[in-house]
């Protein structure tokens, strides 16, 4: 169980407002803000130290990036996004012309546009149509053919919060012998992880949302039978295995790491890298399952107001294995412009997505936010 209130004096938004829109950008703790401010002010007055404490830094990054994946930690890497893992599936797997990519027609642009890149390759990408906004695995099935060779799929959709049901999809792509690629952003640091049990070949993930880190910062997933059959799409100077000797940089001899290291690009963002390495500790310090309970807690007490409150439709998916940190609620008027203003004017943050009021809770949340929430619904069904 968390410790709700020493969480919150970390993080110094909570004073003033009820934040809901982890889903879109995470609010950085002060402590990984005090990172930035002392790296930025050594910086300021022409210092350059600790640049072998930053690959220390680096190597916890993985570490925990590891645990958050359910992963080994040489098959865990530091991406600047969720982009940069997509790109790496897209650009590295070992593709042909007349190959096909099958995506869902609701996932987030981010896990769209790399995979559209490769028709100029040759590769058909196929988005398959959702049903009722959710990623339907009957049609899923019936889509493939002897040409398909990938399944990219959100974790967490970020619209309404449906978790997919990543161990059926890892099984029939392993049956298939499909590569399965996942956009884990909405999902990673708020519900747990198993790639392994799930089958995912490669994972990506931006930790500017439930990771609680700057954008900038991310962290990717490959699975070592993987790295034996990636195309690598570039190379890095860091990605070589340098045995931290750098007194010799002209030894062209050197091979390229053997962990998922080898995809890592430099230079890196230190001051962002150090803020990721405290946060990721924090977050794995006070456990993902832990979070998660603690998050689905909070959306009980808006699911059991919105289902009695008439004036109010739930848009996401109730069912257990389906849930998310994400709830998704619409209004009967349709407009949700108004009730989105109305709760901003009262110091609730949420977010506006295809139709609904989406509300991300995380781990510095507690009840007394979700009833400045409620009490912000209320007057606007008493008013409407």
Known sequence: ???V???RKLFPHTRKTAYFNTASN?????PAYQVMDAHYQTARMAGIGGQMELFDTLDRIRKNAATIFGCREDEAGFGFNTTFGINLAAFGLPLKPGDEVLLSDVEFPANVYPWLGLRQRGIKVTLLKN?????????????????????????????????NDLTTLGKICRERNLFFVVDAIQGAGAEPMQVHKWNVDIAAAGCQKWMLSPQGTGIFYISDAMKKRMIAPWRSWLGVD????????LDFSRPFESSARQYELGTYPAAHVLALDWALTFINKLGVADIQAHNHGLLDRLIAYLENEP???????LDKKHRSSILTFATAHGDIKPLHQQLLKAGVVTAMREGSVR??????????????LIAVLKQAAKGA
């Not at 995470?26 to 002060?30: I, R």
């Not at 781990?363 to 009833?371: G, P, S, T, V, Y």
């Open 1 to 3: 169980m968390l410790n």
């Open 5 to 7: 209130a020493a969480v």
């Open 26 to 30: 995470g609010p950085l703790a002060t």
């Open 131 to 163: 049903k009722n906004g959710c990623f339907d695995i009957d049609l899923f099935e019936q889509s493939i053919t002897h040409r398909t060779r990938v399944l990219s799929l959100s974790f967490v959709q970020f619209f309404n919060g449906y978790k």
């Open 242 to 249: 340098w045995q931290c000797n750098w007194s010799n940089l």
């Open 311 to 317: 004036y109010y439709r739930i848009t996401s998916c």
């Open 359 to 372: 509300v991300a809770a995380h781990l510095f949340n507690n009840a007394r936010d979700i009833n400045r």
